[in-house]
């Protein structure tokens, strides 16, 4: 028989993000989520290094390789399509849902429960609130890269997602701006 949960997050590969806009360097879901855990890993070190808290590394970690799983059903959909209103916010997020449970029905009973826990994590837990954080810094990064390398597709994202990130109360998202964000803006050369 078999269990095809790893064959499904396999193709997270194929799933293209930033299908609107026309980018310089494609991006898949799969390779977002490997940054997104990076930084989400980085900004509870952040938290219990600079600000004394107590965020779990390791779970802001994984809830961050698993972040886009549902996505493998649903494709990434458009962030103005998805937003555009609150009726369609909501049924997208209805639709992540299902998707998500979908996917745990092709684990083995034993695992499921392990793995309800980062598919469809507690979105209350200060871990997932650094994960969403680190999301948004992704997608920031991913518009600085783009605009300078020319790209002007990315520079309205690039300044809505700075304002957003601007906005975010959580200080160890300041200090990974005020700490980080400057290297992604060099080349190579700038950066030895």
Known sequence: MGYHFFAYL?????????SLMHSGVNENIMEHSEQVAQFAHA????????????????????????????????????TPVKYFNQKIKTAYKELETV?????????????????????????????????????KLSA???????VRAGNKEFSKALKSIGKELEANPLPEVQYFIKNFIGGFQKTLDELE
Not at 44 to 70: P, Y
Not at 140 to 146: A, H, P, Q
């Open 10 to 18: 396999g193709r997270m590969k194929f799933i293209k993000r930033w």
């Open 43 to 78: 900004l509870a070190v952040i938290n219990n290094k600079v600000f004394s808290g107590n965020a779990d590394a390791g779970k802001c970690t994984i809830l961050a390789v698993f972040h886009e799983t549902g996505e493998v059903i649903t494709g990434d959909l458009p």
């Open 99 to 135: 998707a998500n449970e979908k996917l745990l029905t092709m684990l083995p009973e034993e695992l499921k429960d392990e793995y309800r826990k980062v598919v469809l994590p507690d979105l209350d837990q200060y871990e997932y609130k650094l994960v969403k954080a680190a999301d």
């Open 140 to 146: 920031y990064v991913k518009c600085v890269e783009e």
